[in-house]
Nanobody
């Protein structure tokens, strides 16, 4: 059974960089695609981007200029960095596995609340 767990600061100041880590167990991040998704309060889910099994990345056009997703295969972890944050980046952030053959996000972390506030 694949399990994902997000970790990182729950509070980030405006203009700083939000950094989150997703630790994966029960499966290797050198297979499948590994995604970040967020849900702002009162809004729907927003896809941020993913890192492929090859290590290449793809980002949402609206967030691309501020986003970087990387991985540490030795720790089976992948990370999200979102720079120059504003209060509009306040959301619950999720990591998930994307099965590109089935076109589904089939395993999710429980999510972590990140608030951007001074």
């Amino acid at each position: 059974q694949v399990q994902l767990q997000e970790s990182g600061p729950g509070l980030v100041k405006p203009s700083q960089t939000l950094s989150l880590t997703c630790t994966v167990s029960g499966g290797s991040i050198t297979t499948y695609y590994w995604s970040w998704i967020r849900q702002p309060p009162g809004k729907g889910l927003e896809w941020i981007g993913y890192i492929r099994y090859s290590g290449t990345t793809n980002y949402s056009p609206s967030l691309k200029s501020r986003t970087a997703i990387s991985r540490d295969a030795s720790k089976n972890q992948f990370t999200l960095q979102l720079s120059s944050v504003t209060p509009e980046d306040t959301a619950v952030y999720y990591c998930a596995r994307y099965d590109a053959n089935q076109y589904i996000l089939d395993y999710w972390g429980q999510g972590t609340q990140v608030t951007v506030s001074s």
